[in-house]
Structures are given as structure tokens and as C-alpha cells.
């Protein structure tokens, strides 16, 4: 038998060493397009901080797919699969497997247009690969004039991305179309902390500001909004959302929605196919509602439950929940749950002390939503009971309070 998996990130990583660890020990080929051995995504924050230097983001070691024995095609992105042949193509390559998994992730979403005649000027960065970050490292470091960094999206990577550059030493500028920072994460009341925040580290903050281009003026840049004003800086990073990495799947037969359709052994629709992470859509544990969920949390879940079902194992996946926080803001936030206007509410526990603010939202005395800011502790036990949907009771409250 032999296993191919596409892609490296903390799907892959994980169902590669689930599958050994569950004594699998025929092939397992791993292709990816990047250019390195495996690493974490959110470890990229603290690889910028350490200017490049931290060897930590390679979460599993260098050697981590040799000592297992696999077989690691880095620089091969997959380009078409057939499923019939059951074969997948790279550019240069033809590769059979009896089972595959497409752990892919997702890629940018960027809304920017670009008004330059060399788009490749355009000092334009992401932090959804190393590639780009190393790139944004070296613009940075190898201008002397670069001073002013202007951050698109107020999402959780947007905050934190801000939050480090300007421990870094830049100007920091954050664009966010909403009327709040995180909104489809936090309410406007915890929003408000964490704006006041950055502010107060000197980070000047765009709210209902819609970016649409980047122009080129005499090789300085500006970002224009969609009310025609503009903001100059020396560089842009994108951070307006992702969506799901599937372009190669044209054709194949695979049924996608939001992300790749999956059943809850995580199985496309295609028996001998499985998918999960970032590129996938799941239901909601709490509404049951269908999207990706694009957490580390359930690309881990996910990569152990397809090693255990290419094995024959037959485990549900029972549903996802988001559960998010911020690292390098300075003051712990934990948000989880449904987004805010996902489902109602009919009771919430409200808990204020000393500048820290914990909020629990309810419906039929389950959670629905939690926001933990200031002191976190028990936040891993609320996401416990939020994940087993067990009533709150009095044993809960008096571990948050
Ligand atoms: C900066 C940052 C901070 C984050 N912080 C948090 C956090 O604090 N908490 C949290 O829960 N989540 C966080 N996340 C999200 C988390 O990292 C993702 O949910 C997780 O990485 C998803 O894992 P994955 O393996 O499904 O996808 P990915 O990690 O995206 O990996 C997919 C891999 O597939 C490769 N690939 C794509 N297409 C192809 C192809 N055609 N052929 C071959 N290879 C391909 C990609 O290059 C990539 O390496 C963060 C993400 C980022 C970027």
C-alpha cells in the first residue's frame, strides 16, 4: 500500500507521523511546494521577531519526515490529480498512490488591485508562507528607508502582525473595513480593549476603511481606500482572509463547497481520497453550520483522524469549533465559539475584576461563545465543555472566576 499526502503543514505532519505511530510502515510519500522541511504557520510571528534567526519554526525538526522513513518531495506542487488512475501530477512528476490525502491548506485572499507598470515593485507581503515572510524580512532589513508598514485586515494575523512589527521598531498602520478589530471573532466591547491598546504602543488604526488598490508614485507607494483617500507606506502586508487552496482539484471529480467536501470520517467523495485542515469544510460542533474552520486545533484533530481511518479505524470527526488567541499582543486573549452572529444567546455570564474580562455566552446552558481577556485561566477547561457541549454548571464558574 502507499500513501501519498499533498502538502506539509500541520495536517500533513500530523497524519504522517499518526500513520507510523499506528505501525503503518509500507510508503508514505509526502509532496509539498514549498522550499523547506516542514514548519508551524503561527511560529512565523516569532521567526519575523527573531529577524529570520529562530530554527523553532521547524516545529518537528529538520530531519522530521527522514526519521520517519518517508519520503519528502519538497518544491513539488501538485498540479492535477486523477483520480481514476488514482495518480497525481507535479510538473515533472507522475506519482500513484492507493491512498490520498490532500492537506493543502489555504492561500490569501487579497482583494488589492495593483496601479504600477511592474507589479514585482510592489512591496507587497503575506504571512501565509515562509517564502513571503522571508521576503518581507529582506525588503525590511536590506532598506535602510523602510520606516512605515501599513497592515491590511484587523484579523487575528493582522493584530498580531502589527503588534510585532512595531515591537520591531516600524510605524505601524492597520486598515480594517469593519467598524471593530476582529469582528468575526470578538464583540465590539473586547474589540475596543485591544484598539485602545495598540494605539497606546503608537499603532495608528483605519476602522471602516475598505483598501481596494496599491499605487506606485515615483517608486513610493500608496494604499487607496475605497472613498478615494489614500495612505502612503514603504511596505503593505495582506492579511484580508484565505480561502481554501483547490485550483488543482479542477476536473477531478471532487466535490467542493466553501472547501473540499468531506463526511465526517473525513472521506471525500471519493472513497480512497480523505482531506482535512484548513482546506476543508466541516459543520460547526455548536450551529452546525458548514465552513472552514482554519484552526491549528482541528488541523491536528483532523491529521489524526484520517491516519487512524486509512488504517481502517472508521473515527468520527463529530464537528469543529474556532478557538483563537493572541501571543504576542502583550495581554492574553482567548476568543472561542460561534461568531458573533452566528447563533443568540439567551444567557451569559459576565465576570469583571482588576482590568481582566471574562464572558461566557449560553444558549439552552450550553456554551455557545467565550471571551477571556486579561486572565485566561480556565479557558482550556471552557473549550472543554464548549466541545462536549456540557451544561456550565457550578464547578465551571467557580474554575473562570
Ligand atoms: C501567521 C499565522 C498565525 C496563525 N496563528 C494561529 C493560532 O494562533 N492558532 C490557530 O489555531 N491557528 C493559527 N493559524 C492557522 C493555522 O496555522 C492553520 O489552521 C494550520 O496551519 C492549517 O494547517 P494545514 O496543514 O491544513 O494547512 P497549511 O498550514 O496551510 O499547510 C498547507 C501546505 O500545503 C502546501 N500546498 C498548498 N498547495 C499545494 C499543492 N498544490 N501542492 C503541494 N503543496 C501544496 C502549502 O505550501 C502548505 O505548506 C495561524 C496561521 C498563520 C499563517
Wanted: a neutral charge; one cysteine or more.
Amino acid at each position: 500500500m502507499k500513501v501519498v499526502i499533498i502538502g506539509s503543514g500541520p495536517t500533513a505532519v500530523t497524519v504522517a507521523k499518526e500513520l507510523r505511530r499506528l505501525g503503518y510502515k509500507d510508503k508514505i510519500v509526502v509532496l509539498s511546494k514549498e522550499f523547506f522541511p516542514p514548519y508551524s504557520p503561527p511560529l512565523m510571528l516569532d521567526y519575523l521577531k527573531s529577524k529570520g534567526e529562530s530554527d523553532l519554526i521547524f516545529w518537528k525538526g529538520r530531519n522530521f519526515f527522514k526519521e520517519l522513513d518517508i519520503c519528502y518531495l519538497y518544491n513539488s506542487p501538485v498540479i492535477s490529480i486523477d483520480p481514476k488512475e488514482q495518480r497525481v501530477f507535479t510538473p515533472v512528476s507522475k506519482i500513484e498512490y492507493d491512498y490520498l490525502v490532500i492537506a493543502t491548506g489555504a492561500e490569501l485572499w487579497s482583494p488589492i488591485t495593483f496601479e504600477c507598470k511592474k507589479i514585482d515593485l510592489i512591496p507587497y507581503y503575506d504571512f501565509k508562507s515562509l517564502t513571503s515572510v522571508n521576503s518581507l524580512l529582506e525588503h525590511i532589513y536590506k532598506n535602510r528607508d523602510v520606516k512605515k508598514a501599513l497592515i491590511i485586515g484587523g484579523g487575528f494575523i493582522g493584530i498580531e502582525v502589527a503588534t510585532t512589527l512595531n515591537q520591531l521598531g516600524l510605524n505601524v498602520i492597520l486598515v480594517e473595513k469593519q467598524s471593530h478589530l476582529l469582528p468575526q471573532m470578538l464583540s465590539p466591547k473586547v474589540s475596543s480593549f485591544i484598539e485602545k491598546k495598540l494605539i497606546e504602543k503608537g499603532v495608528k488604526i483605519f476602522l471602516n476603511s475598505t483598501a481596494i488598490a496599491i499605487r506606485e508614485n515615483n517608486l513610493s507607494f500608496e494604499l487607496i481606500l475605497e472613498d478615494g483617500s489614500t495612505i502612503d507606506a514603504d511596505v503593505f502586508i495582506a492579511a484580508t482572509g484565505i480561502k481554501p487552496n483547490i485550483s488543482f482539484l479542477n476536473g477531478s471529480g471532487i466535490n467542493i463547497g466553501s472547501g473540499i467536501v468531506v463526511d465526517e470520517y473525513l472521506r471525500t467523495n471519493i472513497a480512497n481520497i480523505f482531506a482535512g485542515g484548513d482546506v476543508v469544510e466541516t459543520p460547526n460542533l455548536i450551529s452546525k453550520n458548514v465552513y472552514p474552520h482554519a484552526t491549528f486545533r482541528e488541523a491536528i484533530k483532523h491529521g489524526t483522524i484520517i491516519a487512524s481511518n486509512i488504517l481502517g479505524y472508521n473515527i468520527k470527526n463529530r464537528g469543529d469549533v474556532k478557538v483563537n488567541s493572541l501571543y504576542h499582543f502583550g495581554i492574553p486573549l482567548v476568543a472561542g465559539g460561534v461568531q458573533p452572529d452566528e447563533l443568540k444567546a439567551d444567557d451569559e455570564i459576565l465576570y469583571l475584576r482588576n482590568g481582566n474580562y471574562k464572558h461566557v455566552l449560553l444558549k439552552n446552558k450550553k456554551i455557545i461563545r467565550f471571551e477571556f481577556w486579561g486572565d485566561i485561566r480556565g479557558c482550556g477547561l471552557i473549550t472543554n465543555y464548549m466541545e462536549q457541549q456540557r451544561d456550565f454548571d457550578v464547578f465551571l464558574y467557580k474554575a473562570i472566576r
